[in-house]
Structure formats: structure tokens, C-alpha cells
T-cell receptor, first 113, second 110 residues
Framework: DVKVTQSSRYLVKRTGEKVFLECVQD?????MFWYRQDPGLGLRLIYF???????EKGDIPEGYSVSREKKERFSLILESASTNQTSMYLC????????????FGPGTRLTVT | RKEVEQDPGPFNVPEGATVAFNCTYS??????FFWYRQDCRKEPKLLMS???SGNEDGRFTAQLNRASQYISLLIRDSKLSDSATYLC???????????FGSGTRLQVQP
């Protein structure tokens, strides 16, 4: 069965902290994605990756960076957390390329105070 | 203009009703179309892919109209368990990724 896991379901951080969100998939998928979801705005793509050590900016990359050192793991980094980064963060993976169906992790609800 | 537009609803329907959602998209070159379902406080999950010829899966029927650039989802004989948000998903413009609509909320009532 397809499995995408995220390191935390809920996270509370202070403004200015460096935040790491981890995502792991066990399906040997090439492609991985980070989204944030906010009421009324839907899912917005932050960054994605087609391969190890490869990354592409999505629609809203400002304030975020990513790391993909291993195929199964894709990390989202908030260099200096701000209150407007309070959101639900969802990781997804996809076989072949990003236009195929995507499988999502359970999400991390991040609150920045 | 948004890449994918959906009526946010909510659509409140009684059990057993037939309900239809539409979605319009701007990328005329898109080759991939999906409907995802998202339950409250859960992750999105694939409901069905949408093919040019239309496709059906039990009570659910999806159709694609390329000329008018819209996708539809029809749910027949609604169940309480169909209550969820339905996300229209289309291949993004200019990159190999997907763009998600904001979703249409369905509430099926007893």
C-alpha cells in the first residue's frame, strides 16, 4: 500500500525559529512535492523535486527552502518562521512525472506564534 | 484568472439526490485531469482520473469538455459518507506538476 509519512501532525514554533518538516515515501517515487493549504486558497505548490538533489520552485517559494538528499525523503525548511507561515503543510509523491496522480501524507499543522 | 476555478459551495443535498460539480481550467494544453476528495482535517485522496471519453466508477461519473475547458463530476444516489470537499485537479501550465482547485464542499443530509 502507498505510504507517505510526515514527521509531525502538529507543530508550534516561535517567530524567527528555523523549522524542518520531514516527508518520507516508501513507493520508490521519483517526484515529491510540498504544498501549503489555507482556507479559501486551496493547495499551493511551494517546491517540488524530480530527483535526488534536484529541486524546482513552485508558486510560493519565498521564505522556504528544500532538501532532497535521498530519493525517499524530501524536507521543507522554513529559514526564519513568520506568523504568515502558519498553515497546513502537505507532502506528496508521484511516480514518473508530476502530472500523474499524487499521493499525500497526512499533513503537518504548523502554528507560528 | 485562476488556473482552476470551482464553485466553493457548500452544496447541501438530501440523501439519494444527484449532484453535479463543474470546474473550469485555463491550460488548454493540459493532458491530465483528476478529481480528488478531501475529508475534513484529512489529506486529499484520488477519487478518479478524468479521460477524454468520460469515465464512470459506480455512482460517480466524470466528464471532460476540452472545447469549453471544463470538467464535471456527477454523483448519483448521494450517501452521507459522500460529504467532503471535492478538488478539481489539472496539469499545470508550463511545468510538469498539478494545479489544485480550491474545492467544492458537499454536505449530504439525512
Amino acid at each position: 500500500d502507498v505510504k507517505v509519512t510526515q514527521s509531525s501532525r502538529y507543530l508550534v514554533k516561535r517567530t524567527g525559529e528555523k523549522v524542518f518538516l520531514e516527508c518520507v515515501q516508501d513507493m520508490d517515487h521519483e517526484n515529491m512535492f510540498w504544498y501549503r493549504q489555507d482556507p479559501g486558497l486551496g493547495l499551493r505548490l511551494i517546491y517540488f523535486s524530480y530527483d535526488v538533489k534536484m529541486k524546482e520552485k513552485g508558486d510560493i517559494p519565498e521564505g522556504y527552502s528544500v532538501s532532497r538528499e535521498k530519493k525517499e525523503r524530501f524536507s521543507l525548511i522554513l529559514e526564519s518562521a513568520s506568523t504568515n507561515q502558519t498553515s497546513m503543510y502537505l507532502c506528496a509523491s508521484s511516480p514518473r512525472d508530476g502530472t500523474y496522480e499524487q499521493y499525500f501524507g497526512p499533513g503537518t499543522r504548523l502554528t507560528v506564534t | 484568472r485562476k488556473e482552476v476555478e470551482q464553485d466553493p459551495g457548500p452544496f447541501n443535498v438530501p440523501e439519494g439526490a444527484t449532484v453535479a460539480f463543474n470546474c473550469t481550467y485555463s491550460n488548454s494544453a493540459s493532458q491530465s485531469f483528476f478529481w480528488y476528495r478531501q475529508d475534513c482535517r484529512k489529506e486529499p485522496k484520488l477519487l478518479m482520473s478524468v479521460y477524454s471519453s468520460g469515465n464512470e466508477d459506480g455512482r460517480f461519473t466524470a466528464q471532460l469538455n476540452r472545447a469549453s475547458q471544463y470538467i464535471s463530476l456527477l454523483i448519483r444516489d448521494s450517501k452521507l459518507s459522500d460529504s467532503a470537499t471535492y478538488l478539481c485537479v489539472v496539469e499545470s501550465t508550463g511545468r510538469r506538476a498539478l494545479t489544485f482547485g480550491s474545492g467544492t464542499r458537499l454536505q449530504v443530509q439525512p
